[in-house]
């Protein structure tokens, strides 16, 4: 299976991967979380990118699509994979296309996980992330005790909040979801292959629909598909 999970910063897109990767065992594959690997080993790729990531800007399309190439090539992703924060842009999505074509795997179904803004600052401003084992934590939805057994950091998780959820870039975040990001619906609308769901639900909640539309057939070019 081959997915994109598209939704603005703070939809849920990590949260509910860590659930798709237990649940359909093919990796997450998440730019953000690459590119902050990077950023923490301080590699060349990893300073060019922080000033943009630290202004809650889109890195350059090169670095991105030299990461995403490099991830998608290694033996794990075979199987398939979910694409988590990636594609941002519409000359992402269309790199993504060629890589994929070449690959001879297209894209099964890019679901788009639909939320208010609101709901989103609320979430951002409380999302915290466990500096030990990456799991996502949120001070107000899902406190630590609230997720499921973990062996690496022994279910004691060190939170840390991102420096990009601090009030002052997390508007800027959104702005350039909107600009940027979103049009990604209608590109992939055209293209077949996007399915909806509410995102503004208990994490449980939004899995089983995230599973069911997964398994649901494309929607019709220019319908929009709601539950
Ligand atoms: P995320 O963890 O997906 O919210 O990404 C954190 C930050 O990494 C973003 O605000 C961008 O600065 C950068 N980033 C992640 N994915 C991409 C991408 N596909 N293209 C450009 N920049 C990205």
């Given at each position: 299976m081959r997915i994109v999970l598209l939704g603005a910063p703070g939809s849920g897109k990590g949260t509910q991967s860590q659930r798709l990767v237990e649940t359909y065992a093919i990796p997450q594959v998440s730019t953000g979380d690459l590119l902050r690997e990077a950023v923490g080993k301080k590699t060349d790729l990893g300073l060019r990118a922080k000033a943009a990531?630290?202004?809650?800007?889109?890195?350059?399309?090169?670095?991105v699509l030299g990461m995403i190439r490099e991830r998608l090539a290694q033996p794990d992703a075979e199987r398939g994979f979910i694409l988590d924060g990636f594609?941002?842009?519409i000359a992402q999505a269309e790199a993504l296309t060629l890589l994929l074509a070449d690959l001879g795997?297209?894209?099964?179904?890019?679901?788009?996980?639909?939320?208010?803004?609101?709901v989103l600052l609320k979430r951002l401003s409380g999302?915290?992330?466990?500096?030990?084992?990456?799991?996502v934590f949120n001070v107000f939805t899902s406190p630590p005790g609230s997720l499921p057994n973990c062996?690496?950091?022994?279910?004691k998780p060190r939170l840390i909040q991102r420096p990009d959820d601090k009030e002052e870039v997390i508007g800027k975040r959104l702005e350039v979801f909107e600009a940027?990001?979103?049009?990604?619906?209608?590109?992939?609308r055209a293209a077949g292959l996007l399915r909806v769901i509410n995102a503004d639900a208990e994490v449980e909640t939004v899995f089983v629909d995230l599973t069911a539309a997964v398994g649901r057939p494309a929607a019709v070019p220019g319908v929009a598909l709601r539950r």
């Open positions: 990531m630290d202004a809650g800007k889109l890195v350059e399309d090169s670095i594609p941002r842009n795997t297209p894209l099964d179904a890019v679901i788009l996980m639909n939320i208010d803004t609101a999302r915290r992330i466990c500096e030990d084992c990456g799991r062996e690496r950091c022994g279910d940027q990001t979103k049009p990604l619906v209608e590109h992939y």
